[in-house]
């Protein structure tokens, strides 16, 4: 499958824990995109890379949130002392340098802090 | 800011029913438009889109055009399927490079 794959699917965690999770890309694709959505809603944007670097970053993601992209190919997505309200699914997406709007997305990871 | 508005569902239709889902966005230049559609259990896709005024974008037929002076890109099917119940999403890309979605509207459809 040449798609873009997320890790893990689901993680259950306690109020305070740390999590991180995983996105590969679509191999050729420069563009790398994390979004959070929760229930009802539509995605929201979170962050973008192009290639290694960190281009823009939502006002949503707070203090807590950190994304890398190392070396240009796959993402972290960490969320220290994780809170309730950080509960929803993190979608991650990927698409050609030309950032045409055209985004190919994962199935997510969904995150339940209890 | 930068925003899309879609109607809220459920939409409940018989198979064969005509469809209608109404989205707007917010006037700040050239954006391009896209409907994304999400099957249970599955990631985000690309349905449709439309990169200037006046464009159709059309797939699996489903249909949308770019209609700058309402800012809207409402999608239509003439004639909906049981496998067409999803939730599809609004989304507008402007110049900052990111992708700004509607909150979606879920399609149920019954035989």
């Known amino acids: 499958d040449t798609g873009v794959s997320q890790d893990p699917r689901h993680k259950i965690t306690k109020r305070g824990q740390n999590v991180t999770f995983r996105c590969d890309p679509i191999?050729?694709?420069?563009?790398l995109y994390w979004y959070r959505q929760t229930l009802g809603q539509g995605p929201e944007f979170l962050t973008y890379?192009?290639?290694?670097?960190?281009?823009?970053k939502s006002r949503l993601l707070s203090d807590r949130f950190s994304a890398e992209r190392p070396k240009g190919s796959f993402s972290t997505l960490e969320i220290q002392r994780t809170e309730q309200g950080d509960s929803a699914m993190y979608l991650c997406?990927?698409?050609?340098?030309?950032?045409?709007?055209?985004?190919?997305f994962g199935e997510g990871s969904r995150l339940t802090v209890l | 800011g930068d925003s899309v508005t879609q109607m809220e569902g459920p939409v409940t239709l018989s198979e064969e029913a005509f469809l209608t889902i109404n989205c707007t966005y917010t006037a700040t230049g050239y954006p391009s438009l896209f409907w994304y559609v999400q099957y249970p259990g599955e990631g985000l896709q690309l349905l449709l889109k439309a990169t200037k005024a006046d464009d159709k974008g059309s797939n699996k037929g489903f249909e949308a055009t770019y209609r700058k002076e309402t800012t809207s890109f409402h999608l239509e099917k003439g004639s909906v399927q049981v496998s067409d119940s999803a939730v599809y999403f609004c989304?507008?890309?402007?110049?900052?490079?990111?992708?700004?979605f509607g909150t979606g509207t879920r399609l149920q459809v019954f035989p």
């Open positions: 890379f192009q290639n290694e670097a960190q281009l823009e």
């Open positions: 997406a990927s698409s050609l340098e030309s950032g045409t709007g055209e985004l190919f």
């Open positions: 191999s050729e694709h420069n563009r």
């Open positions: 989304g507008v890309h402007y110049n900052t490079d990111k992708l700004i």
